[in-house]
């Protein structure tokens, strides 16, 4: 059997698929094994898994096309190649494997020019309460695994996944990082609690354009917290370097780390080292929730979010609806925590399956029973 890992989006995606090749490999070694990449961004994803398991030594596979990217980055600045091309361009390879594993929907587009006997299995990235997780594409995978109950529920509902087609296996990414997890030095060298500012990508739902400057510019004014501005990977993606730098430049040594697109946004770095969450409707609350903390959510666009499950995180912390009334609800998170504490632990377990720990491993189980059905 021949299964490829395939990764053509953004190197964070990879986070949470490339464990369950890892486990994979382990369970499997029967199975051949490949992990195909669109670009060399990936390699610090692939560095990242090889060290957390020392035996995972997969075949490697680049899928370039060099003159279409170098025109692209002249273009927009982007450094990932356009995924549709590449997956035509490379559709002879992909018609080699029996199942190909992938952490993005664009693949669906081509699904009817793969071989009949190829699967084709999602691993979500993200497992967020907004309605971008109902996407009518999923029918088009074979077999699809889901964080936790809350996701299977909505997407059952949905019709997007149906018995027998999906596993429910937690979520991959948190396993990783916990297995991953290390002594890692505090983000700030002072005793102050350090908020994490992680405003989400989409214009429509963010709170950066409306509020962002003005948070940064209400904790420079203030010396009670530090701040980390960790926004979703993909919201500074396509901005211009000066554009980043005039960001940046807003950051204050010792109290106010700007970060518009490092590694450390995805690795858990900043989820996992701050104190209180501030962020809009981004999907890393559920990392950062991994331990229960303060959260302070913004309804940046006057969201009427009472009552609506894709605003269910925001039952998790005060709503504020501007700079002023968040800064206030900050000040009162840590008091005002043990009202929340319980009501995080039982979203936490609905969205990514409570303990994440082995979630990777499931992932792999649940693909290979899948591939091989019984008798």
């Known amino acids: 059997m021949r299964i490829v890992f395939l990764f053509i989006g953004e190197a964070h995606q990879a986070l949470h698929a490339l464990p369950i090749a890892a486990e994979m490999q382990a369970l499997a070694p029967d199975v051949e094994l490949e992990v ?21 030594a997969p075949k490697v596979k ?7 990217s170098a025109v692209q980055k002249r273009l927009n600045g982007a450094d990932d190649p356009p995924r549709l091309l590449t997956l035509l361009r490379h559709i002879g390879y992909l018609r080699g494997f029996d199942a190909i594993v992938v952490p993005e929907r664009t693949t669906t587009i081509v699904r009817h020019f793969l071989s009949g006997r190829t699967r084709l299995i999602f691993t979500p990235h993200g497992a967020g ?4 997780m109902l996407d009518p594409r999923d029918r088009f995978f074979d077999f699809v695994l889901v964080a936790g109950e809350k996701s299977e529920k909505r997407l059952l509902e949905a019709g997007t996944i149906t018995p027998g087609r ?3 296996n937690g979520y991959v990414k948190l ?3 916990q297995k991953m997890a ?21 214009p429509d739902q963010s709170s950066w354009e409306t509020m962002g400057r003005d948070i ?13 501005v960790a926004p979703h990977i993909r919201l500074f993606h396509r901005v211009s370097k000066a554009a980043k730098a005039k960001i940046e430049a807003m950051a204050v040594p010792g109290k106010i780390i700007v970060d518009t697109g490092s590694n450390r946004l995805v690795d858990m770095t900043y989820t996992g080292g701050a104190d209180i969450y501030l962020g809009d ?10 331990t229960p903390r303060p959260c302070v959510f913004l309804n940046a666009h006057g969201a009427q979010w009472q009552g609506d499950p894709n605003f269910l995180f925001w039952t998790l912390g005060e709503v504020a609806d501007t700079v002023p009334a968040a800064m206030a609800a900050i000040e009162r998170a840590g008091s005002e925590h043990p009202r929340y504490s319980a009501l995080q632990a039982q979203a936490l377990a609905l969205s990514v399956g409570g303990d994440p720990a082995g979630a990777a491993r499931r992932g792999a189980e649940a693909i290979l029973r899948y591939l091989r059905p019984a008798g």
């Open 36 to 56: 195909a990449v669109a670009s060399d961004a990936h390699g610090w994803v692939l560095d990242l898994v090889r060290s957390a398991y020392p035996g995972f």
């Open 62 to 68: 680049k899928l370039a096309i060099p003159a279409l």
């Open 129 to 132: 309460d907004k309605a971008i």
């Open 166 to 168: 999906y596993a429910v």
């Open 175 to 177: 396993d990783f990082m």
């Open 182 to 202: 290390r002594h890692r030095p505090p983000l700030f060298d002072n005793d102050r609690p350090t908020v994490l500012y992680a405003p989400h990508f989409r």
């Open 216 to 228: 940064i510019a209400a904790f420079a004014a203030q010396d009670r917290f530090n701040l980390v």
């Open 281 to 290: 409707v981004s999907s890393q609350v559920y990392e950062f929730l991994a």
